[in-house]
C-alpha cells in the first residue's frame, strides 16, 4: 500500500503528533516525578513529627505478665482472686496499655493506637478457671476470659486478647469434642493459643527425643481440634531445654518465640537486645517478699517512673519509630521500616 504524499508541513505535523502520542514530555516527566517525591517527603515528615508528638518509642521493653488459677481462695502464689485480676486489668487500662497476643509480639506485628503501650496477657496450665462455658456457650463468670471480655467493654480500645498456654488438661475437659469446642471458642474470639507441653515436665535436662515428643504431642493434639498451630511455647518453669532451639523447631512444631517465667520486661521484638529463645515474663502479683522488685506492680511503676525505656506506639504497625539516640538499638533487619526523630 502506497501512502499518499504529504507536504514537508504536513510531515512536521505528523511527527509532532506521533511524538505526542504514548508518551509526556521530558519536563512533565520530571515535575511528576518531583511532586511524587514531595508527596513522599512530606508523608515521612508528618509521621516524624507525630511520632515525635506521642514520644513513640518502639524499641522500649513490653511487659510480659503471667497468671495461673483466677480462684476465690488462693491456694499457692501463683493463683490470684477474681477480685485481684480485675485490679490488675484497672492498672493497665489506668496506665495506658492495650493487650496484645504472644502471637503478635513474636512476629513483630504490633498494631496499637499512638501513644499506648502494649502489654502481653498469658495464662499457664489451661485451668478451669481461665476459661469453663455454661450452657449457653458463654464463659461463665469470674473466670479469667469472663472478666478480661468485661473490662473490655466496659473501657474501649483495651482489646480483650490473650494467649493461653495449654497442656493435656485443656481446661480440666477430657472429651475431644469438649476440649475442640473451647480452643476453637478462643480461636474464633481473638484469642491466642500456645504450647505449654503435654505434660508440664521440666525440660531441663531431658533428651532431645523426650523434648520433641513433650513438645510436639500437644501441638499435634491443639491441631487436630483446632486447626490452630501454635506460634509460640512458655516453658514449664521458666527452664529451658539442654539446647535452646529445640524449643524453637521439631518434628510436628515450629515457634518464633519461648517464653521464660520471670523476672523482667521483654524487649521489643524490633530491637537488638530481643532473643527469641527466652523472652521474659513478670508474674502478676503484688510488691511482697521476692516480688517488692520481680513482680508485676513493681514493675509497672518502674516503667511508669522511667517512660523512656518503656515502648510507646506511633501508631503505625508499618514503621518501627523511635527517638534518635535509640538508632543504635535498632535490628538491622528492620531498618526500612525505621522512623527516627
Not at 11 to 23: D, H, K, P, T
Not at 248 to 261: I, K, S, V
Request: with cysteine; aromatic share 8%.
Amino acid at each position: 500500500m502506497r501512502l499518499p504524499f504529504i507536504s514537508g508541513m504536513g510531515v512536521v505535523m505528523v511527527a509532532a503528533i506521533l511524538s505526542g502520542c504514548g508518551s509526556e514530555p521530558v519536563a512533565q516527566v520530571k515535575d511528576t516525578k518531583a511532586e511524587a517525591a514531595a508527596k513522599l517527603q512530606r508523608s515521612k515528615a508528618a509521621k516524624v513529627a507525630a511520632a515525635a508528638k506521642v514520644k513513640a518509642n518502639e524499641l522500649g521493653q513490653i511487659p510480659v505478665l503471667m497468671w495461673h488459677r483466677i480462684i476465690p481462695k488462693p491456694a499457692t502464689t501463683d493463683d490470684r482472686t477474681p477480685a485481684k485480676f480485675r485490679e490488675d486489668l484497672e492498672r493497665l487500662i489506668k496506665d495506658g496499655y492495650v493487650p496484645i497476643t504472644a502471637a503478635e509480639l513474636v512476629t513483630g506485628k504490633i498494631d496499637i493506637p499512638a501513644g499506648k503501650h502494649p502489654v502481653v496477657l498469658t495464662f499457664d496450665d489451661s485451668s478451669p478457671s481461665q476459661l469453663t462455658m455454661d450452657e449457653t456457650g458463654t464463659p461463665q463468670k469470674d473466670t479469667a476470659v469472663a472478666i478480661l471480655q468485661d473490662m473490655a467493654a466496659k473501657n474501649p480500645g483495651f482489646r480483650p486478647v490473650a494467649t493461653f498456654y495449654v497442656t493435656r488438661d485443656m481446661f480440666g475437659k477430657s472429651q475431644r469434642e469438649e476440649q475442640a469446642q473451647l480452643l476453637i471458642w478462643l480461636k474464633d474470639n481473638g484469642f491466642d493459643i500456645g504450647n505449654h507441653t503435654r505434660d508440664h515436665h521440666n525440660l531441663r535436662g531431658r533428651s532431645k527425643q523426650q523434648v520433641e515428643e513433650q513438645i510436639g504431642s500437644i501441638a499435634e493434639t491443639i491441631d487436630s481440634l483446632s486447626h490452630t498451630k501454635p506460634v509460640s511455647i512458655a516453658l514449664p518453669y521458666g527452664n529451658q531445654p539442654s539446647k535452646k532451639e529445640w524449643a524453637l523447631r521439631g518434628p510436628h512444631y515450629e515457634h518464633r518465640g519461648a517464653f521464660l517465667a520471670g523476672y523482667t520486661p521483654a524487649s521489643s521484638p524490633f530491637s537488638k537486645s530481643y532473643d527469641p529463645l527466652g523472652i521474659p515474663r513478670i508474674r502478676a502479683m503484688d510488691k511482697k517478699g521476692d516480688c517488692a522488685q520481680f513482680c508485676s506492680t513493681a514493675w509497672l511503676d518502674w516503667l511508669k517512673a522511667n517512660p523512656d525505656m518503656r515502648y510507646t506506639s506511633d501508631g503505625d504497625p508499618a514503621t518501627v519509630a523511635y527517638p534518635k539516640f535509640k538508632n543504635p538499638f535498632l535490628r538491622t533487619s528492620y531498618k526500612a521500616r525505621s522512623l527516627v526523630y
